[in-house]
DNA sequence: TTGTAGGCGTTATCAG
DNA sequence: CTGATAACGCCTACAA
């Protein structure tokens, strides 16, 4: 009699089909090695039990899970959302099954759902940008897990990445910006610390008063976390600063959106009043109002790409290859030329 | 000379520190039974060699993971967002890792992520809403792994619950809304099929609508995607219809948004032409304009003692209890009385 | 085509 | 307090 207060494992399936667990295995993993009809009888067997194969085990002996972690710093906004979504059904076109973790912005709690996914037997890792500690990526590499980033383009950096440029492309938008007669810029960032995103951005920025004549010191950014209050708080404090901006430049489409609400608050318009510009071009964009000016990101495709990267690091024992993606800026209705 | 081109095993830390395999364990699983000395001597060499332990040879010797898995419908808007990101905290502050995957709306999806992360070892996971085969529950059942459904309240279900009452959450919004004047109703619902909180908000405002004496039977509601676009193109069809509706009651905040954007597609003034309510209060409820009225549903709360039921009920090796949490009318602009 | 048996990295039991 | 050693469930040579 069996024993149903357990789950049924292979051996279970085995002796159901009168056959050896290596046939059951082989079922399973190689169906063409066995005959049709004991086939057929294993998988009656696996049926009426309601078999499933412990990964632990199978992960033990063969060294392979077919999982993909990806450890995100936020769920709470839309930022990753698509580019993950599209990453996670590339996977699972390919056979894999995708597991995510969100970090909070945290690097020790990245380098924690790092360390467990691995332990977990991984298969490989979508990581976001590239400011992490170099143990990490030590680590990683003893482990022999293959990482790829993703949304930032760099090729000094320690692992291969599908991203873009996102110092070029802030700067493209704020010679944008500029060339449109704005001259007073102020910009509202995310936290750089460990975010080259929000790093480069701001450089980008920088780069752009340069190449047009503007004191790139001048700039004095305000550092927020990604969300609409901090937004709309920094925006206000901006405002009262003595030179009032023209422009405000923001480091991604929630803040440009909190900034949106600041404005609001304070009886200005947009953009008669003031001009702000997002970045990211996520959905938000469309739905505040007025639309916003920003930095169209493509997130499917990165997302994609990514997963047939990463697969292909892990199947072809490669290294990965860096991918610049394009992005591109999208005029709306939150800049007015002065 | 230590193999460094694998990861290093319980043995190379034994090795390296001059004790048994019993003892790393030890140290690593209940330090108070090993002398400071021996203690010491181990996590040095934990870490020089850089030493993680593996989860599934763990998993196989202990048969615990200190794994949650979580399965959403979708990440791609903000509808979990805030209630996961609560339920992960609480689960770290307790130990736990979270594990999260997104079954896109299917079912057969969701029953693929369920095997897998429960093949994987999950202690427990966290499903949203009551609407899958009997046959999953069982599998659950099985497997001994306990479950808790959240974002719906539902005693008569398979599983213990956190959640709130959709449907009557919905009925009394709706009735809000009939008091206020409005007697020509529309509906754009999400798909209901496998999605209990959309067929519930479906069936609550035919209630308000019984309730109040309108015809039930007479609301004809647009079942579409969760998504901004397919929102708005509802609007647009349900405005088309031969008795234009002086309300559009919207499944979520995500449709609300996108019967928005319909509304000004058509020129259609919010609320002045027509009012608009949403479900949920994410943040988007607080961005579009005018202003969403809709339910405020306690997403973190929710998260928060989801996490807590079902760590007590791993730990404690108990049924779940469950628990209907309170869901309130939010009213902003976007109704007006008639 | 199928079966046998060793090993994967830990934990846990039982001695010492 | 510490050390052997037997599981845990599966895969994969190797044999038959």
Request: proline content about 4%; some cysteine; glycine content about 6%.
């Amino acid at each position: 009699m069996p024993d149903t207060t357990t789950a049924p494992t292979i051996d279970d399936v085995a002796r159901e089909a009168g056959v050896s667990t290596a046939t059951v295995s082989r079922v399973i993993n190689d169906p063409d090695l066995v005959t049709v009809k004991t086939r057929e009888r294993v998988q009656a067997a696996i049926e009426t039990l309601g078999y499933t194969p412990n990964f632990a085990a199978r992960f033990m002996a063969a060294k392979r899970t077919f999982t993909i972690g990806a450890i995100i710093p936020t769920m709470e906004n839309a930022i990753f959302a698509r580019g993950l979504q599209a990453f996670q059904e590339e996977l699972h076109r390919r056979g894999y099954t995708l597991l995510v973790s969100s970090s909070a912005y945290k690097s020790k709690v990245e380098e924690e759902q790092i360390r467990n996914l691995v332990a977990r037997g991984a298969d490989g890792l979508l990581l976001i940008g590239h400011d992490r500690d170099q143990a990490i990526y030590d680590y990683l590499d003893r482990q022999h897990v293959p990482v790829l980033v993703a949304w930032s383009y760099d090729t000094n950096a320690h692992a291969p990445c599908i991203g873009f440029d996102n110092r070029a492309a802030m700067q493209a938008l704020t010679e944008d910006v500029i060339k449109m007669g704005h001259r007073r810029l102020a910009m509202i960032s995310g936290v750089s610390e460990q975010n080259d995103r929000a790093r480069l951005r701001i450089a980008g920025v920088r780069d752009a008063m340069a190449a047009q004549g503007l004191d790139p010191a001048s700039l004095d950014p305000i550092e927020v976390p990604y969300n609409i209050a901090d937004g709309q708080a920094a925006f206000v404090e901006l405002i009262a600063r003595e030179t009032k901006p023209s422009v405000v430049l923001c480091g991604n489409d929630v803040l440009a959106a909190g900034a949106i609400r600041g404005a609001e608050q304070l009886n200005m318009k947009v953009p008669d009043d003031v001009s702000i510009t997002g970045f990211d071009d996520i959905e938000l964009a469309q739905v505040v109002r007025p639309e916003l000016t920003t930095m169209h990101v493509p997130h499917r495709a990165m997302g994609q790409m990514a997963a047939q990267e990463l697969v292909g690091m892990i199947e072809e024992k490669r290294k990965g290859v860096s991918q610049n993606l394009k992005a591109s800026i999208v005029r709306r209705a939150s800049v007015r030329a002065l």
